[in-house]
């Protein structure tokens, strides 16, 4: 079966500097998704990618996902205190699948 | 539109006592979706609807849970009886379609804590 795997797990970075986090699964990917979740809240939706090598950017937060379409990255510049949170990769292997999602990376922003 | 919304946004009991989570998904959606999120094993999906359908069940971890969709705008998770271990934060999520090539938008979470 499909598996995702974040990293880092934690990541605690000084406002102001760039972070990046990764998503990689054991198996190609139909269409790749990252999340946000707030502590003690819901996940809110930041962008989905599917096409090999593309990316997209939202405000100061990019992601991309590689040519082989089995890891993407999350780059955030210059972060900010409203970055923190939990960031989510989902994905499926075809577009019938279910998603399923990897673990999650705590993001803790230092002011 | 008010988003997906959930109810109780808490919920304490006692082991052995029945939950019932709440869901009602956004207007038009024809996909409901039940997760689970704990420390340890990220975030699970449970069960999830088409058109108030169960289409997929094989997430639910054992015969303890049940899910219902009586109506399109309402959905029910109930755990008979409840466990400790079955604590966590239960999530509904709601889409237009299936799979890989549909925003999933997610509710605010049930956060469950059985003692």
């Known amino acids: 079966s499909q598996e995702l795997e974040q990293s880092p797990q934690s990541l605690i970075v000084q406002e102001g500097k760039n972070l990046t986090i990764n998503c990689t699964s054991s198996?190609?990917?139909?269409?790749l998704y990252w999340y946000k979740q707030k502590y003690g809240e819901g996940l809110i939706f930041l962008m989905m990618l599917q096409k090999g090598g593309e990316e997209k950017s939202h405000e100061k937060i990019t992601a991309k996902l590689d040519e082989k379409k089995q890891q993407s990255s999350l780059h955030i510049t210059a972060s900010q205190p409203s970055h923190a949170g939990i960031y989510l990769c989902g994905a499926a292997p075809n577009r019938d699948d279910k998603i399923i999602f990897g673990k999650g990376t705590r993001l803790h922003i230092l002011p | 539109d008010a988003g997906v919304i959930q109810s109780p946004r808490h919920e304490v009991t006692e082991m052995g006592q029945e939950v019932t989570l709440r869901c009602k998904p956004i207007s038009g959606h024809d996909y409901l979706f039940w997760y689970r999120q704990t420390m340890m094993r990220g975030l699970e999906l449970l069960i999830y609807?088409?058109?108030?359908?169960?289409?997929?069940d094989s997430g639910m971890p054992e015969d303890r849970f049940s899910a219902k969709m009586p109506n399109a705008s309402f959905s029910t998770l109930k755990i008979q009886p409840s466990e400790p271990r079955d604590s966590a934060v239960y999530f509904c999520?709601?889409?237009?379609?299936?799979?890989?090539?549909?925003?999933?938008?997610f509710g605010p979470g049930t956060r469950l804590l059985v003692l």
């Open positions: 609807f088409n058109n108030n359908v169960p289409i997929d």
């Open positions: 999520a709601s889409s237009l379609v299936q799979g890989a090539g549909e925003t999933q938008y």
């Open positions: 198996k190609t990917l139909y269409g």
